[in-house]
């Protein structure tokens, strides 16, 4: 028993502290947090669910009895049903940091190091990430959240750093907040990999932290405001944006999807707004405060597929 203690108490350190990766083209799949897969538990183990397309360490449940994820969901959302909550705790004696990342996690009791599946292509060069959030800092804990783009040497045999945007903050934030984080590039290189990570608590990979501490997190992008030759347009399907110009509200007329995301890229190419239609053909954006200019609109539907429109919002 002790001897089984220590594998899974250690392989649950590995999924806290292990970064692995997924890539969706540009944008990654499922960035908005609506899609989830419920792991049923039993009379031992606690159910728990996971965020389609992502992981977290909450995968260490299906062999922890009792215990409560870290990583869940909730209806606290930004815009849309839900987000994800990553919350600090306890698990096993060890401080436990509520987690999210792009990759999977297949379990090996055998050979824990090798649950971790770690670097899958993405070769964009986004010039930022961008992400809704809100933060409960405990006795000056903080938050992180990071993007790390990177291309494997063949030469060395490592992986070397192409790009990284990384954002620690101990102070709490009550409302959800759009944080938009530049990306540095220390290489004229393009990536092989990216690895979006985020955590309730900055050095809970050491174990470090304070229990209560909560992330929650909504609505991610990352930016690149695609090109409108290599994008489908919105004519190329009949649908249109009016009144164009805008200023307090335009409607999508003929949409590619019932349920998708629309996100404003100003003419810098950073994120303004995203929101998210539900159930219609014909959504209704708002667009108060925002900035009058021009404007690259693109759209995401619930498949994935993207279209791009530009719009002209005035006084």
């Keep these: 028993m002790g001897e089984k203690y220590s594998t899974m108490k250690k392989l649950y350190i590995l999924l806290l502290c292990g970064i692995s990766t ?10 908005d947090f609506e899609n989830w897969t419920n792991h049923p538990g039993n009379i031992v183990y606690t159910s728990y ?3 389609n397309n992502w992981a977290s360490g909450n995968a260490a449940l299906d062999v922890a009895p009792g215990v409560k994820a870290p990583t869940s969901q909730t209806t606290d959302a930004q815009n849309g049903t839900y987000a994800v909550k990553l919350t600090t705790q306890t698990i096993f ?28 292509p993405y070769s964009s060069r986004p010039t930022a990430f961008n992400v809704y959030y809100k933060y409960a800092s405990v006795k000056g804990d903080s938050c992180s959240m990071y993007a ?10 490592k992986r ?12 709490s934030v009550n409302t959800y907040t759009l944080l ?26 050491n174990f470090r932290g304070q229990v209560g501490s909560t992330l929650t997190i909504d609505n991610f992008s990352l930016d ?3 090109s409108l030759s290599t994008t489908a347009s919105l004519a190329s399907i009949s649908a249109v944006l009016y009144p164009n110009p805008a200023q307090s509200r335009v409607v999508l007329s003929n949409a590619p999807s019932e349920s998708g995301t629309v996100y404003f890229y100003n003419v810098s190419g950073s994120l303004v707004r995203s929101q ?3 159930g219609t053909r014909t959504p209704e954006f708002e667009l108060e405060n925002m900035p009058v200019g021009f404007y690259t609109c693109k759209f995401i539907t619930s498949d994935e597929t993207v279209f791009a429109s530009k719009l002209l919002i005035t006084e």
């Design 22 to 31: 997924h890539s969706f083209g540009q944008q990654l799949a499922n960035s």
């Design 276 to 278: 998210k239609w539900i």
């Design 148 to 157: 790390l783009l990177t291309k494997y040497n063949t030469s060395t045999h």
């Design 49 to 51: 669910k996971e965020v």
């Design 224 to 226: 690149g405001v695609p």
């Design 180 to 205: 938009n984080m530049p990306i540095t590039y220390t290489s004229t290189e393009d990536p092989d990999s990216i690895s979006m990570v985020f955590s309730s608590s900055a050095d809970g990979g």
């Design 93 to 120: 004696g060890q401080l436990a940091s509520g987690n999210l990342f792009t990759g999977k996690f297949k379990l090996n009791l055998t050979d824990p190091i090798k649950s971790a599946q770690i670097g899958t």
């Design 160 to 171: 070397d750093t192409i790009g990284l945007g990384s954002f620690v903050s101990s102070t």
